[in-house]
């Protein structure tokens, strides 16, 4: 007759082996070795030894990135994150401390580590290691070149959840969220105006400094921007490339092409 588990309430799984009633007990040719254990891991003597047990297993197969240990690893003391080594620990602390120890030799410019001042260098040497393999075109980085090569192979994987516009980069997808949003984080500091990207506002802001970067290089006329430059040039080049559907008629821009679908049409 087969022995009742005295603590049923206790029952835990496989996992966890304390010494039990019925180890001791050999069990009949008829019962299986399986049986045997199963009714052996059924019965524990003390739900607190169990609860032990269990926490000192999981401390001991608790993990942290690349495989270290939790209690081993190394905590920043200002927002609690762990690190694998001393030195991904001296790292990051950088991010609190805003230091910069690793400083350009050419324009003084400074890093918190040494990789980030490597990148940089290669503004100045103009060294661009990383070359596309379908149109031969060379980057400073390997993530740049990844981000280009989506242009050859269409890749978009990064999708607005609001209109499901699908965008090559996490940055142009960012940038698109604020038209739903209406965000614009860049703020003239003249005239307070805001843009969603820092480049609208670095183009605004030629409006106050009267900056004009674009020459153009037939007649040394100056714009702030190239969008301008480039509307100029077909004066020079008589380039039309938008045209009337009704009377074919050509016109530089596109704004010339609409007041004469209004006046005329």
């Given at each position: 007759m087969?022995?009742?588990?005295?603590?049923?309430?206790?029952?835990?799984?496989?996992?966890?082996?304390?010494?039990?009633?019925?180890r001791e007990e050999?069990?009949?040719?008829?019962e299986g070795d399986v049986e045997r254990l199963r009714r052996m891991l059924a019965c524990v003597p003390c739900r607190d030894v169990v609860k032990e047990q269990n926490?000192?297993?999981e401390e001991e197969t608790t993990f942290v990135a690349r495989g270290v240990k939790r209690k081993r690893g190394h905590e920043c003391d200002v927002c609690e994150k762990m690190f694998v080594t001393p030195s991904d620990l001296a790292r990051h602390m950088r991010t609190h401390t805003n230091e910069r120890p690793y400083e350009c030799d050419v324009c003084d410019k400074a890093f918190r580590d040494s990789s980030a001042l490597t990148k940089h260098m290669r503004i100045h040497s103009n060294e661009k290691a990383y070359e596309c393999d379908v149109c031969e075109r060379c980057f400073r980085e390997s993530g740049t070149l990844k981000k280009h090569m989506r242009i050859h192979t269409n890749e978009k994987p990064y999708e607005c959840d609001v209109c499901e516009k699908r965008?090559?980069?996490?940055?142009?997808?960012?940038?698109?969220?604020r038209i739903h949003t209406n965000e614009k984080p860049y703020e003239c500091d003249v005239c307070d105006k805001a843009f969603r990207t820092s480049s609208g506002l670095k183009r605004h802001m030629r409006t106050h400094t009267k900056e004009k970067p674009y020459e153009?290089?037939?007649?040394?006329?100056?714009?702030?921007?190239?969008g301008t430059l480039k509307t100029h040039m077909r004066i020079h080049t008589n380039e039309k490339p938008y045209e009337c559907e009704v009377c074919e008629e050509r016109f530089t821009t596109s704004g010339n092409l609409q007041r004469h679908v209004r006046t005329h049409h």
């Open positions: 087969r022995k009742k588990n005295p603590h049923p309430q206790r029952a835990v799984n496989a996992r966890t082996v304390l010494k039990c009633d019925f050999k069990g009949g040719e008829e926490q000192k297993r965008f090559s980069d996490s940055g142009t997808l960012t940038t698109h969220m153009c290089d037939v007649c040394e006329k100056r714009f702030t921007q190239a």
